[in-house]
């Protein structure tokens, strides 16, 4: 009787674990992937990445589709809104982040994204910040400014930095909007449809975007490293289709909130593998905001879930 109850709930943790490890991987190819070739910007390998995600969303949302009896245009509208502003420009403002700025730092920024969607909710509905939200609150973005004075110390005259580090804030902003979305829109449309659908428009919006804004696309393909193409790949499958299965996965068997907690351990995963496969250093002081930071976050995770 124990281990059949404990089961969903190994596989829910394994499955958060895993997502959670596999998102902590984004940085590091896409920082890996600019090193490698100067033919590679945010644009291209975005379109890499999507391209190589369509195939999979365009499935899930063919095989969850449903029949709909109340389902408005302005329903549609909203999860087209919803694809092009969570996963398509959130995405490329993030990819274009990282060209300025560490994938230590990119990954705290991102983190604020629960803070995010409490200040907009409180300011939405009118509701005031209670005073465990707002120590939280001082705490994540007290830890995030901590660690990025930090880091523009050791390049005092490079411009691009503040930047590079608005760029990926002004993303997480985007994907908190997208999460008040979120919620009722996959209450009718479902939430595996929802998400097939969603991914696959800003699947289909990114590749418009690199095939308009580059002069020469089919010969920049063609003059690609092979290496990039495998990063793209990587990037598809690795980070973006898997990860965001196992997370359903996991949010089936566990619920948003035993998964979001989980979910937490991404950011330091991804510091360790900076460290490790970027030759990234922290000092003292950014590992005292990463935890400022992921402590605040945290709060505001748990406090949202009561």
Not at 57 to 67: G, V
Not at 122 to 144: D, E, Q, W
Not at 293 to 300: A, K, P, Q, R, S
């Amino acid at each position: 009787m124990i281990s059949k109850t404990l089961r969903p709930h190994s596989i829910g943790a394994s499955c958060a674990i895993a997502a959670a490890f596999l998102f902590s991987t984004k940085a590091i190819f896409i920082k890996q992937a600019y090193a490698l070739s100067p033919l590679v910007d945010a644009t291209l390998l975005m379109a890499l990445r999507m391209a190589s995600a369509l195939p999979f969303f365009l499935i899930i949302a063919w095989y969850s589709r449903q029949r709909y009896h109340s389902i408005t245009a302005k329903d549609w509208a909203l999860l087209i809104l919803s694809g092009l502003m969570g996963y398509y420009f959130s995405s490329w403002l993030d990819f274009l982040g990282l060209m300025y700025i560490s994938a230590s730092l990119e990954r705290i920024i991102l983190f604020l994204y629960p803070t995010l969607t409490v200040i907009a909710s409180a300011a939405i509905y009118k509701k005031p910040l209670g005073l465990k939200a707002i120590l939280a609150i001082i705490l994540s973005y007290g830890g995030t400014v901590l660690v990025m004075l930090q880091e523009q110390s050791h390049t005092p005259h490079d411009a691009n930095f503040w930047l590079g580090a608005s760029l990926v804030f002004t993303s997480a902003i985007l994907f908190s909007i997208y999460l008040l979305l979120t919620p009722t829109l996959m209450q009718k449309f479902g939430s595996l449809h929802f998400t097939g659908l969603a991914l696959s428009i800003a699947c289909i919006a990114m590749m418009l975007h690199f095939w308009i804004a580059t002069p020469e696309p089919f010969h920049l393909l063609t003059q690609l490293p092979l290496g990039i193409w495998g990063y793209g790949l990587a990037l598809g499958l690795l980070v973006t289709v898997l990860p965001t299965i196992l997370l359903m996965q996991s949010i089936v068997r566990l619920g948003p909130g035993q998964s979001a907690m989980i979910a937490s351990v991404g950011p330091i995963l991804t510091i360790f593998l900076a460290v490790a496969l970027l030759n990234e250093h922290l000092n003292a002081w950014q590992w005292l905001g990463c935890i400022l930071n992921m402590l605040g976050v945290c709060m505001i995770t748990l406090n949202k879930k009561k």
